[in-house]
C-alpha cells in the first residue's frame, strides 16, 4: 500500500510547555545536540506549541504535511528520583525493525524540568505499514546529570507498544502502564496515533477551447491538452493528458481527476503549464499553443468561469498582428478529499478477524513429523506459523480481540460425519476464540479430537462469513477471512460463485498454501490479471490474496522473520481492498469522538 504518514505527538496534562532542551543542555539553554548525541533526535521530532496555527514542516524524505492539533499525554505521576526537587523527564522511543529482536533508538522528546506530570512539545513522526508489526518501546528516564548516554540517567519505567494497538483504539488514543522498576508504581503514558495530511485532494475539472488554430490540411484540428507540473528546478513533468477531440476548433473535453500532489505538489501556488496539440496518427502532433495557471487560480474557478489565451510564441515573434491561437475555458472545478485506510480506523471501522483451516487427510497424521499439522517442542507447524503471522497483527485492530475460527474437511465424533466448517472451539452457537491464543489452543485441541479426511471445499466458510458481513454494510465492519489450506480446491466452481457474491460485501480472503503442493487453481481465485467471474457474473473487487508460505520461509529457520515476511506480503492489500468497498458504496468516515 506504501506507506502512511502517522505522528506519535507526546504531549499533556498540567504544566505549561517549556522551552524545550537536549538530555545534554543546561537548563534553560537553547536546542542543540551536543557530542555523541543523535541527530536523528531533531530530525525526526517535530516541534509545536498548543495553541499555536498549524503550519507547514518540510524534512528531509518526506512530503510537506500539515500538523493537526491532537496531543498525547505521556507519564503522569511519575517515580520522584530527586531529592531536593522532582524529576526532569525525558521519553525516549525504541523501534524494532520487522522480523528482529534488536531496538534501535528512534528519537527523544526535550526534557521538562521538575515535574512529575510532564508536557511534552516535541512529537515522533513514524511511516506506518498495516502489513507490519511495528513494535515499540517507550523509556521514561530522569535526567540528572550532563551525559550523552542516556544510560547514566535514572530509568523511569517504561512501555511496550505495537503501533497498530494505537491507531486501532478507540480514537487511536491508548493508555499503557509503565512498568521496570520492581516493587514500584511508575505511573502511564498515555499515546496518541494520527495521520500527517499530505494533500489528499483530488481535483475534478473540465474544460473547452474556442477558435483554436486549424492544423490540419484535410480538415479542422484534432485538439488535446498536456498538463506540466513545474519542479523545483525550473523542469517541467507531465502529469495529464485530455482525450482527444476530432475534427473541431471549439472542443469540449471530458471532466477529469487528478490529485492535488500531482498537479502541483500540495504547492498551490506553484506554475502548471498548459500545452494545446493537434493530434497526428504519425505521432508528430502539432503545437497550437501554450498557456500558464496554478492551483490557486484554477480553484477560482469553483465560482466563475476562467479564460486562458492560448499563445504560440514562434507565431507571436513573426506576426506583429498576432492576439492568439485561440482561448481555453475551465468550465468547472471541485475538490474533494480522498479518504485513507487511517482515516476509517480512526472513524471507528472495525476489522473482524476469521480463521479457516484445512483438516484434510493429504495434511499427513498430526502425529508423524512429516506432517504439516506437526507440532514439535521446538517449533511451530506452518499452519500454525500463518495464523500467527497475520493474526497477530489484524488483531490490533479488533476491539473485543474475539475470533471465530472454524475447520473443514474433517469427520466429527462421534458419528464420523464429515464437516467443511465445524467451530475449532466445538461451540456452534459461538464458534470465536479469545485471541490468537485462543484460536492455536482450540486449534491444536481439534487435532486431538477429529479424524483429517476431505475433499478440500472453501464455498461453505466463505459464504459462512459472506452472511456475517453481509448483516452491516455501512462501513463500520470490515471482514477479513484468513483460509489455510495445503492442497487443490475440490468445489471450484462453488468457490468461485461465493467469492464473486462476496466481492459486493465488506470482506477480504487471505489464502495461505502451505506444502510443496503447485496452486496454480489459487492464482484464478486471486484475480490480480484476470478479473474473477462465475457464470457470467464478474467480482465487483478485487478481494482475494492469495501466497503460498514455502515463498516466504526463511533458510536459516528464522521463524520470527519467516512470519513478519509472510504478513507483509499477505495483508499488504488489505487497506486497498477496504477502500475500494468505501469508494464503490460513497461510505466516508465516521468523524472519531474528540473526547
Given at each position: 500500500m506504501g506507506s502512511l504518514s502517522c505522528s506519535i505527538i507526546v504531549s499533556a496534562g498540567d504544566a505549561a510547555p517549556r522551552s524545550p532542551r537536549c538530555p545534554t543542555e543546561p537548563r534553560g539553554g537553547s536546542q542543540h545536540i551536543g557530542p555523541g548525541c543523535r541527530s536523528g533526535f531533531l530530525a525526526w521530532c517535530c516541534p509545536t506549541v498548543r495553541g499555536e496555527s498549524p503550519g507547514t514542516h518540510h524534512r528531509a524524505?518526506?512530503?510537506?504535511?500539515?500538523?493537526?492539533?491532537?496531543?498525547?499525554?505521556?507519564?503522569?505521576?511519575?517515580?520522584?528520583?530527586?531529592?531536593?526537587?522532582?524529576?526532569?523527564?525525558?521519553?525516549?522511543?525504541?523501534?524494532?525493525?520487522?522480523?528482529?529482536?534488536?531496538?534501535?533508538?528512534?528519537?527523544?522528546?526535550?526534557?521538562?524540568?521538575?515535574?512529575?506530570?510532564?508536557?511534552?512539545?516535541?512529537?515522533?513522526?513514524?511511516?506506518?505499514?498495516?502489513?507490519?508489526?511495528?513494535?515499540?518501546?517507550?523509556?521514561?528516564?530522569?535526567?540528572?546529570?550532563?551525559?550523552?548516554?542516556?544510560?547514566?540517567?535514572?530509568?523511569?519505567?517504561?512501555?511496550?507498544?505495537?503501533?497498530g494497538e494505537v491507531i486501532g483504539s478507540q480514537r487511536g488514543r491508548l493508555e499503557r502502564p509503565l512498568t521496570g522498576v520492581p516493587g514500584k508504581r511508575c505511573g502511564t503514558i498515555l499515546l496518541l496515533a494520527e495521520e500527517l495530511s499530505n494533500c489528499r485532494d483530488i481535483v475534478t475539472m473540465q474544460l473547452c477551447a474556442n477558435k483554436l488554430d486549424k492544423k490540419d490540411f484535410f480538415g479542422k484540428s484534432d485538439p488535446f491538452l498536456v498538463f506540466y507540473r513545474s519542479n523545483e528546478d525550473g523542469t517541467f513533468t507531465i502529469c495529464h493528458k485530455t482525450e482527444v477531440v476530432k475534427n473541431t476548433l471549439n472542443p469540449v473535453w471530458q471532466p477529469f481527476t487528478i490529485p492535488v500532489r500531482a498537479l502541483c505538489n500540495g504547492d498551490y501556488d506553484r506554475t502548471v503549464k498548459i500545452d494545446v496539440y493537434d493530434w497526428d496518427r504519425d505521432g508528430s502532433h502539432d503545437f497550437i499553443g501554450e498557456f500558464a495557471t496554478s492551483y490557486r487560480e484554477l480553484s477560482r474557478a469553483q465560482s466563475q468561469f476562467t479564460v486562458y489565451e492560448v499563445l504560440n510564441p514562434r507565431k507571436k515573434c513573426k506576426k506583429k498582428k498576432y492576439v492568439n491561437s485561440g482561448t481555453v475555458t475551465l468550465l468547472s472545478f471541485s475538490v474533494e478529499s480522498e479518504f485513507t485506510f487511517v482515516d476509517y480506523i480512526r472513524g471507528g471501522t472495525q476489522l473482524n478477524f476469521t480463521v479457516a483451516i484445512d483438516f484434510t487427510a493429504s495434511n499427513g497424521m498430526p502425529s508423524q513429523p512429516t506432517s504439516l499439522h506437526y507440532a514439535s517442542p521446538y517449533q511451530l507447524s506452518a499452519y500454525a506459523l500463518a495464523l500467527k503471522a497475520v493474526g497477530e497483527i489484524i488483531q490490533d485492530y479488533d476491539s473485543d480481540k474475539l475470533f471465530p475460527a472454524y475447520g473443514?474437511?474433517?469427520?466429527?465424533?462421534?458419528?464420523?460425519?464429515?464437516?467443511?466448517?465445524?467451530?475449532?472451539?466445538?461451540?456452534?452457537?459461538?464458534?470465536s476464540c479469545a485471541g490468537i491464543e485462543g484460536v492455536l489452543e482450540s486449534y491444536l485441541q481439534s487435532l486431538r479430537t477429529v479424524q483429517l479426511y476431505g475433499p478440500t471445499n472453501f464455498a461453505p466458510v466463505i459464504n459462512q462469513v459472506a452472511g456475517t458481513a453481509a448483516q452491516v454494510t455501512d462501513g463500520s465492519q470490515y471482514h477479513v477471512l484468513l483460509i489455510i489450506t495445503d492442497g487443490v480446491i475440490s468445489d471450484m466452481l462453488q468457490t468461485k460463485e461465493a467469492i464473486v457474491t462476496a466481492s459486493a460485501l465488506p470482506m477480504s480472503i487471505i489464502i495461505v498454501g502451505v506444502g510443496p503442493a503447485e496452486f496454480e487453481a489459487m492464482e484464478e481465485l486471486d484475480g490480480d490479471e484476470v478479473r474473477l467471474s462465475s457464470r457470467g457474473r464478474y467480482a465487483e473487487r478485487d478481494i482475494v490474496q492469495f501466497v503460498p508460505f514455502r515463498d516466504y520461509v526463511d533458510d536459516s529457520g528464522n521463524q520470527v522473520l519467516s512470519m513478519a515476511r509472510l504478513a507483509k506480503d499477505v495483508l499488504a492489500e488489505i487497506p486497498e481492498q477496504l477502500l475500494s468497498y468505501m469508494k464503490t458504496r460513497d461510505i466516508k468516515p465516521r468523524q472519531a469522538d474528540p473526547q
Amino acid at each position: 500500500m506504501g506507506s502512511l504518514s502517522c505522528s506519535i505527538i507526546v504531549s499533556a496534562g498540567d504544566a505549561a510547555p517549556r522551552s524545550p532542551r537536549c538530555p545534554t543542555e543546561p537548563r534553560g539553554g537553547s536546542q542543540h545536540i551536543g557530542p555523541g548525541c543523535r541527530s536523528g533526535f531533531l530530525a525526526w521530532c517535530c516541534p509545536t506549541v498548543r495553541g499555536e496555527s498549524p503550519g507547514t514542516h518540510h524534512r528531509a524524505g518526506w512530503v510537506a504535511h500539515r500538523v493537526a492539533d491532537a496531543w498525547i499525554y505521556p507519564p503522569r505521576n511519575l517515580l520522584d528520583m530527586d531529592t531536593f526537587s522532582k524529576s526532569d523527564p525525558v521519553v525516549v522511543l525504541f523501534v524494532q525493525g520487522s522480523g528482529s529482536s534488536e531496538w534501535k533508538e528512534f528519537g527523544r522528546t526535550e526534557v521538562i524540568d521538575n515535574t512529575l506530570n510532564p508536557d511534552f512539545v516535541r512529537k515522533f513522526v513514524l511511516d506506518y505499514y498495516f502489513e507490519e508489526k511495528q513494535n515499540l518501546r517507550f523509556d521514561v528516564y530522569n535526567v540528572d546529570s550532563k551525559s550523552c548516554s542516556i544510560l547514566k540517567q535514572d530509568f523511569l519505567g517504561q512501555a511496550f507498544v505495537a503501533l497498530g494497538e494505537v491507531i486501532g483504539s478507540q480514537r487511536g488514543r491508548l493508555e499503557r502502564p509503565l512498568t521496570g522498576v520492581p516493587g514500584k508504581r511508575c505511573g502511564t503514558i498515555l499515546l496518541l496515533a494520527e495521520e500527517l495530511s499530505n494533500c489528499r485532494d483530488i481535483v475534478t475539472m473540465q474544460l473547452c477551447a474556442n477558435k483554436l488554430d486549424k492544423k490540419d490540411f484535410f480538415g479542422k484540428s484534432d485538439p488535446f491538452l498536456v498538463f506540466y507540473r513545474s519542479n523545483e528546478d525550473g523542469t517541467f513533468t507531465i502529469c495529464h493528458k485530455t482525450e482527444v477531440v476530432k475534427n473541431t476548433l471549439n472542443p469540449v473535453w471530458q471532466p477529469f481527476t487528478i490529485p492535488v500532489r500531482a498537479l502541483c505538489n500540495g504547492d498551490y501556488d506553484r506554475t502548471v503549464k498548459i500545452d494545446v496539440y493537434d493530434w497526428d496518427r504519425d505521432g508528430s502532433h502539432d503545437f497550437i499553443g501554450e498557456f500558464a495557471t496554478s492551483y490557486r487560480e484554477l480553484s477560482r474557478a469553483q465560482s466563475q468561469f476562467t479564460v486562458y489565451e492560448v499563445l504560440n510564441p514562434r507565431k507571436k515573434c513573426k506576426k506583429k498582428k498576432y492576439v492568439n491561437s485561440g482561448t481555453v475555458t475551465l468550465l468547472s472545478f471541485s475538490v474533494e478529499s480522498e479518504f485513507t485506510f487511517v482515516d476509517y480506523i480512526r472513524g471507528g471501522t472495525q476489522l473482524n478477524f476469521t480463521v479457516a483451516i484445512d483438516f484434510t487427510a493429504s495434511n499427513g497424521m498430526p502425529s508423524q513429523p512429516t506432517s504439516l499439522h506437526y507440532a514439535s517442542p521446538y517449533q511451530l507447524s506452518a499452519y500454525a506459523l500463518a495464523l500467527k503471522a497475520v493474526g497477530e497483527i489484524i488483531q490490533d485492530y479488533d476491539s473485543d480481540k474475539l475470533f471465530p475460527a472454524y475447520g473443514f474437511g474433517a469427520k466429527l465424533p462421534p458419528d464420523g460425519k464429515i464437516s467443511h466448517q465445524f467451530p475449532l472451539n466445538n461451540n456452534v452457537d459461538n464458534p470465536s476464540c479469545a485471541g490468537i491464543e485462543g484460536v492455536l489452543e482450540s486449534y491444536l485441541q481439534s487435532l486431538r479430537t477429529v479424524q483429517l479426511y476431505g475433499p478440500t471445499n472453501f464455498a461453505p466458510v466463505i459464504n459462512q462469513v459472506a452472511g456475517t458481513a453481509a448483516q452491516v454494510t455501512d462501513g463500520s465492519q470490515y471482514h477479513v477471512l484468513l483460509i489455510i489450506t495445503d492442497g487443490v480446491i475440490s468445489d471450484m466452481l462453488q468457490t468461485k460463485e461465493a467469492i464473486v457474491t462476496a466481492s459486493a460485501l465488506p470482506m477480504s480472503i487471505i489464502i495461505v498454501g502451505v506444502g510443496p503442493a503447485e496452486f496454480e487453481a489459487m492464482e484464478e481465485l486471486d484475480g490480480d490479471e484476470v478479473r474473477l467471474s462465475s457464470r457470467g457474473r464478474y467480482a465487483e473487487r478485487d478481494i482475494v490474496q492469495f501466497v503460498p508460505f514455502r515463498d516466504y520461509v526463511d533458510d536459516s529457520g528464522n521463524q520470527v522473520l519467516s512470519m513478519a515476511r509472510l504478513a507483509k506480503d499477505v495483508l499488504a492489500e488489505i487497506p486497498e481492498q477496504l477502500l475500494s468497498y468505501m469508494k464503490t458504496r460513497d461510505i466516508k468516515p465516521r468523524q472519531a469522538d474528540p473526547q
